[in-house]
């Protein structure tokens, strides 16, 4: 079993930054890609990005390329999400997920659903006001 949990959620002003945390509990954290979603009330969760397993590839929504940075340092078993310029429509709960499958990775990161992901986080708030 992979546990979740994520951090450093809050309210910030539109253009500040904050970066979240989700530190990984169980399984071996280096086998697994990693993503982040992001959900709204009465919306679908959204994917955000993915960095996989080796931490050499990540992916971004459109709606966030250029903005947010996805790391991971596999020795903290730690992944991360830097927040740059945000927005209020950034406003949203995120989450932190572990992929369905060990050591997988390539072309289906750029665009996952989240049957994709098989491990999930709590999630944290992130408010951004105007």
């Known amino acids: 079993q992979v546990q979740l949990v994520e951090s450093g959620g809050g309210s910030v002003q539109a253009g500040g930054a904050l970066r979240l945390s989700c530190t990984v509990s169980g399984r071996t954290f280096s086998a697994y890609s990693m993503g982040w979603f992001r959900q709204t009330p009465g919306n679908e969760r959204e994917f955000v990005g993915a960095i996989s397993y080796a931490g050499v590839n990540t992916y971004y929504a459109d709606s966030v390329q250029g903005r947010f940075t996805i790391s991971r340092d596999n020795a903290k078993k730690t992944l991360y999400l830097q927040m740059d310029s945000l927005k209020p429509e950034d406003t949203a709960v995120y989450y932190c997920?572990?992929?369905?499958?060990?050591?997988?990775?390539?072309?289906?990161?750029?665009?996952?659903?989240?049957?994709?992901?098989?491990?999930w986080g709590q999630g944290t708030q992130v408010t951004v006001s105007s």
């Open positions: 997920a572990a992929a369905a499958k060990t050591f997988s990775a390539g072309s289906w990161l750029r665009s996952p659903g989240r049957n994709d992901f098989g491990f």
